[in-house]
């Protein structure tokens, strides 16, 4: 597929440079996605300001603001973003917030791609 | 009864004998499973294993089977949920139907009923297929090879945490492999890392530095193997 094809419009906010490339690799491997990254709650939340990806894919455990604080911020400046909390961490607590906050999905590591891609589909559901 | 499935279900009820009980039909039916007694440790395990479906009971202690449903479908969470319950109430069962439950079945629980329900709703019918693509497994084989050759640097940042009793850096250290060791098909190394961080999350600290020798040990015996 080329380049112009793709329409989906992704930001990673990962700062663990395996997790990154796993992730961009998978998505890639759709052929429809277009990825952007960022290494930190700030950066993420710069970037959704100015560009609104379709779909961010936000890791929890990354430099300040952590995830629950970048997804706080993120659902304020836009209440339908879609976001995915990817994470190493299942501990309820922390899916009720992300649940609380408008998580869209909440994926925990290591990466499975179908997962991954069941999460684009619902995208256009 | 064949037992040719290699799919896994995930079977939560707080009574120890209905859980074993739907366990071993489930079994008999050729299914593998795995079984909680509580909502909270079901949402943790869904998210955490990819299991083909969930039987869940609806009154449990800490998280409710209701609470449970509701949460992970928040989350978009797809797989089926089938409730379990000895309620026969029509409006009760809609009610279950529409916080997220793909299915329901009445107690007592009778194989042939199990069978049924796992076969109308062909628990894989709305998965996709896993991504066969060769740029995605050699980027994959390419990151393991990575991991393996940075296991001197991971085995220094461990002997330095110990050495300096800094515990938040040997949590960080069991946190990151708990999420990438895996994903190379290092599972024991990654087991160990998340023994590591619930052992000082329960400030278990004797624990974890014993766990950090294990994890050593698993490390250096990877490093040989390759």
Known sequence: ?125 | MTKSHSKKILVVDDSESNRLLLSFMLQELGYQTDDTDNGEKAVEMALEFDYSALFMDINMPIMDGLEATKVLRSINFDKPIFACSAEDEPNKIKKFMNLGFTGYICKPIEAIGIQALLEQHSITSDEVESVKNENYQNKLDQLSKRFVENIPVILTKIDRAVENNSIADLKRIGHKLKGTASQFGFDRVAKIGRDIETAINKSKIPVALEKAIFLKAELNKIRKNQ
């Open chain 1, 1 to 125: 597929m080329t380049e112009t094809s793709k329409k989906i419009n992704a930001l990673i906010v990962e700062d663990d440079f395996d997790s990154l490339e796993i992730l961009t690799s998978i998505l890639n491997s759709t052929g429809i996605v277009n990825c952007e990254t960022a290494r930190t709650g700030k950066q993420a939340i710069d970037y959704f300001t100015e560009n609104r990806p379709h779909i961010t894919f936000l890791d929890i455990d990354i430099p300040a603001p952590d995830g629950i604080e970048t997804l706080r911020a993120i659902k304020k400046l836009d209440p339908a973003a879609k976001v995915v909390m990817v994470t190493g961490c299942s501990d309820v607590k922390t899916v009720k917030t992300a649940v609380s906050l408008g998580a869209f999905a909440y994926i925990v590591k290591p990466y499975v791609p179908k997962k991954i891609i069941n999460v684009l589909k619902k995208l256009n559901d």
